[in-house]
């Protein structure tokens, strides 16, 4: 089917009215809020709340950026309601006739006018395809895409009445933020991507028996328009229901955590919002559904990720550095590793006493994020969506089967993927290469002895030092060397005043020329000074 384009255009000739009208609106709000002195995280949720849907979506996205919004804000920004207004059911006709380039009645045999549930950028009603199968549409709001631009842009000039200091803008910088926004927002109103979504994730967990996926209507979905198979079944957080039915939630949860973390570990694309509402169970599987928020790891994302994981178990800060670091963009400069070392270490430090097996892996997961963002250190994309998910994962678990433990499923399941991906060849190859090139360095080691001492006796020789010192030491260097320039200037003083005395100059006082009396009195009150400090001065912690 071809879409058409003229879905959502907003009037040209009113939009300067509006933008003015809009920003005025917004100013308001922010003015009312008193965000000119500061914004909590209470006070954005609030804010994004009386701003309307459109803002209401924009803070859902933001909650999950917790490489750039502090924790606090995420968690108060996850809190936020996304069921809004329905719009009007002839509103939700006229999108799917417009973008199908047709009738919607020669698609759809009946639809319900009462929607299964209505959010900022689409709503979701039953209906029955005039072939007779009972499906779910997915139909995007009408102008939302212009809607959400046109704030953004109003949003840039808004966050110019924030104050640079205290509340959000001296933690993160908004201008980012808002761009980010509207990248991943315009990713999520196209329903042509989470189709997609719904394709790749079906292919990857097609052989897993206990997951089911709903059953995608390609050519039925556009980018404003998307059909799928109706689930019914039981919510999997419906406890009494469930075992009624002779369903055991142990055995849900656990399944639940392997399919989890075998999406993350093995296929590196995982669903990133698997809170209740988007997990189903019927006919003895657990129904993943809403594809439109996913998050995708590369190969190296993955490894590196394990490495980390292993690190944090031998409680070894330096292999989780390493770790960090390479998983890390840079593009904000060049972090402080003596810095972000002891951020680490003190993490680890506070898990000390607890089995790795014991650890809330989604608040430790958080905590390291919080380490990154204090450092300065982008993660990329995909961890940011990984935290949001464990955070949901949890939450499923604490609702169902309290007592599982997450954190030894997920380090079964890690051990059997490293046995099942095991390529025998491949790992000799590698290694082998990599014995070849120690041995081959080891070879070189006594050309290049000789070399640098030849270097050495002809004097060509460099070495170049950084030196890290830590505060104390530093204050104690510095302070030194103050208190050495210090002592040669009254050592001078003494010097230049005993040479004056030798002299007949006049006037004098105490019989001592007064050139040299003067220097002499300088040079007394730096050493009473320099007594003084000493004894009040100590180092800054």
């Known amino acids: 089917m071809t879409e058409s384009r003229g879905i959502g255009q907003e009037n040209k000739r009113d939009g300067k009215g509006e933008s003015t009208s809009r920003l005025k609106e917004i100013t308001e709000i922010l003015r009312r809020n008193k965000v000119l002195r500061g914004v909590t995280p209470q006070k954005l949720r609030v804010v994004l709340e009386e701003l309307g849907p459109t803002y209401i979506k924009l803070g859902q996205i933001m909650s999950l950026h917790s490489d750039i919004l502090p924790k606090e804000y995420c968690e108060e920004l996850m809190k936020l309601n996304s069921e809004v207004t329905p719009m009007p059911f002839s509103d939700v006709l006229s999108v799917i006739s ?41 139909v995007q709001r009408k102008g939302i895409r212009e809607l959400m631009a046109r704030d953004i842009r109003l ?130 599987k ?75 892996i989604a608040e430790f997961f958080m905590d390291v994020m919080d380490a990154m963002k204090k450092n300065k250190i982008t993660m990329p994309h995909g961890l940011t969506m990984l935290a949001r998910g464990l955070t949901h994962m949890e939450g499923v678990l604490a609702e169902i089967c309290p007592d599982i433990n997450m954190e030894e499923i997920a380090e079964k399941r890690m051990a059997e993927s490293r046995i099942e991906h095991l390529d025998l060849k491949n790992t000799l190859l590698h290694g082998g290469k990599d014995f070849y090139k120690a041995a081959s360095a080891s070879a070189r080691i006594p050309s290049l002895v000789s070399q640098i001492m030849q270097e050495y006796l002809n004097g060509q020789s460099r070495v170049n030092l950084e030196l890290k010192t830590s505060k104390d030491l530093a204050w104690l260097l510095r302070k030194l060397v103050q208190n050495l320039v210090i002592g040669m200037w009254v050592m001078a003083l003494l010097i230049s005043s005993s040479i004056i005395c030798t002299t007949d100059m006049t006037p004098k006082i105490f019989r001592i020329p007064w050139l040299g009396f003067l220097g002499y009195a300088a040079a007394g009150a730096i050493v009473c000074f320099l007594v003084v400090r000493h004894f009040l001065t100590r180092p800054k912690k």
């Open 98 to 138: 417009e973008s199908y380039g047709d009738d919607w009645s020669t698609t759809f045999s009946y639809i319900e006018e009462t929607t299964l549930g209505s959010a900022s950028v689409a709503q979701v009603h039953r209906a029955r395809l005039v072939s007779g199968e009972e499906v779910i549409v997915k």
């Open 155 to 284: 949003l840039h000039k808004a966050v110019r009445l924030i104050p640079p200091v205290g509340g959000l803008k001296n933690v993160v910088d908004l201008d980012q933020i808002l761009d980010e926004l509207w990248k991943v927002a315009q990713e999520e109103m196209d329903f042509l991507q989470e189709a997609d979504n719904m394709e790749e994730f079906a292919r990857n967990n097609r052989n897993v028996a206990f997951v089911g996926v709903p059953r995608l209507y390609r050519q039925y979905t556009t980018s404003h328009v998307l059909v799928m198979e109706y689930i019914d079944g039981y919510s999997i957080v419906d406890k009494k229901t469930l075992e009624e039915h002779g369903y055991d939630l142990n055995e849900i949860g656990e399944k639940l955590v392997d399919n989890f973390i075998k999406q993350v570990i093995e296929d590196g694309f995982f669903h990133a919002d698997p809170h209740p509402g988007n997990l189903r169970i019927r006919g003895g």
């Open 286 to 360: 657990i129904v993943w559904i809403d594809m439109g928020m996913m998050g995708r790891l590369t190969d190296k994302d993955r490894r590196l990720l394990e490495e980390a994981v292993q690190g944090i178990a031998d409680r070894d800060v330096a292999r989780v550095e390493n770790a960090v670091l390479s998983l890390a963009d840079f593009r904000k400069g060049k972090p402080d590793r003596e810095q972000l070392y002891q951020d680490l270490r003190e993490i680890l430090q506070r898990y000390s006493e607890t089995d790795i097996l014991g650890i809330d």
